[in-house]
């Protein structure tokens, strides 16, 4: 079994040809935004906000029609209880493929970014913030906001160490 990791790393557009589903793997495939390691991030700061990119839907179907890159945005500045972390992997599960259909059990509010599993490093924390430093690993567990992106911003009682 392969764990594919999105770092959403290419500065080219994602083209719907470049989707395909290994049907050995049961993954999908994202062209030049498939890699295997997490260290080529890049993003850039502006106006406070760390600039990045997510796969995104703005309608239910066929992820290869669906699924696009776009630019995602995080304000720098936190609330007292919140937390900014870097997104390190998410593998695609069949359930994402579901989600995207419109086939799992429950439909997104669109449009939706992607993906709701992986592992995130905490970047920035809130003055409030007791039990998570900068450098710890976690898992986001918000079901209503998807990972497959650079970066997010969660509430402590969001993410388990």
Known sequence: ??????????????????????????????????????THYHFKIVSSCLSSYAIQYKELGDPSAVLEKVQHEVSESLQSNEIAVKMLASPVNPADINMIQGKYGKKPKLPAIGGYEGVAKVVKVGSSV????????????????????????YTEDLLIK
């Open 1 to 38: 079994m392969h764990l594919f990791i999105l770092p959403l790393v290419s500065t080219k557009p994602i083209s719907p040809r470049k989707f395909q589903l290994n049907r050995f793997d049961r993954f999908i495939k994202l062209g030049p935004v498939l890699a295997t390691t997490t």
């Open 130 to 153: 007791k039990n998570l430093q900068v450098g710890s690993w976690v898992i986001p567990i918000a079901d209503n906001d998807g990972v497959w992106k650079h970066y997010g911003v």
